[in-house]
């Protein structure tokens, strides 16, 4: 079956680094989603990775090493608005690879 | 603007009484999905479709029922409703594509509580 698993919370201040990891098992894998969510708001889309390495998008990166079914998202330079759920996904398992399977989510809890 | 509309927004109903809750997207989208949220379990599939008149199952699709005639809409309806649907529930549309990121969008999401 698919599932993935995250941290449940993370912690952090203004200005730091944090990351947060992703380990997931899935039978045929199209690549890796990463979703924000804000508290009660609709989730929406930051970032995905099909093949290995780093992929940036301004003071969000995030990473995927699929030997080891692992990736990660990176915030920088974190801002009291990154304070939000982070959900990484993966399509699956269905022939089409329409489903969206999400992790439970980690909360990110930055402080001043 | 590009949206996914979801209606209404809150409702407090009780245990056995029919409700749909409609949802609409105009980015021409093939695929739309319902995801139910509950705290410590995520974001969780309930139904999905790929088309017009083309839905299948999800994860948790006991006690839902989803209907797609027209590629726009794709309500939700919950024949007879018990409290253990009380949840916030989420549409989303996608545009379908074998390769890349099936980015996937939301609608505000509905707070279903049932009594």
């Known amino acids: 079956g698919q599932s993935l698993e995250q941290p449940s919370e993370v912690t952090a201040v203004e200005g730091a680094i944090v990351q947060i990891n992703c380990t997931y098992q899935?039978?045929?894998?199209?690549?890796l989603s990463w979703y924000q969510q804000h508290d009660g708001g609709a989730p929406t889309f930051l970032s995905y990775?099909?093949?290995?390495g780093l992929e940036e998008t301004g003071r969000f990166s995030s990473f995927l090493s699929r030997s080891d079914s692992y990736g990660y998202l990176l915030l920088q330079e974190l801002q009291m608005k990154d304070s939000a759920s982070y959900f990484c996904?993966?399509?699956?398992?269905?022939?089409?690879?329409?489903?969206?399977?999400f992790g439970k989510g980690t909360t990110l809890s930055v402080s001043s | 603007e590009a949206q996914v509309t979801q209606n209404p927004r809150y409702l407090i109903t009780v245990t056995g009484k029919k409700l749909t809750v409609t949802c609409s997207q105009n980015?021409?989208?093939?695929?739309m999905s319902w995801y139910r949220q509950d705290p410590g379990l995520g974001l969780r599939q309930i139904y999905y479709?790929?088309?017009?008149?083309?839905?299948d199952k999800g994860d948790v699709p006991e006690g839902y029922k989803v209907s797609r005639k027209e590629k726009r809409n794709f309500p939700l309806i919950l024949e007879s409703p018990s409290p253990n649907q009380t949840s916030l529930y989420f549409c989303?549309?996608?545009?379908?594509?074998?390769?890349?990121?099936?980015?996937?969008?939301f609608g505000p999401g509905t707070r279903l509580t049932v009594t």
């Open positions: 990775n099909a093949l290995d």
């Open positions: 899935t039978s045929g894998f199209y690549g």
């Open positions: 989303a549309s996608a545009s379908y594509q074998e390769q890349g990121s099936y980015e996937q969008y």
């Open positions: 980015m021409n989208h093939e695929y």
């Open positions: 479709s790929m088309n017009v008149e083309v839905t």
């Open positions: 996904a993966v399509r699956g398992p269905n022939q089409a690879g329409t489903a969206l399977i």
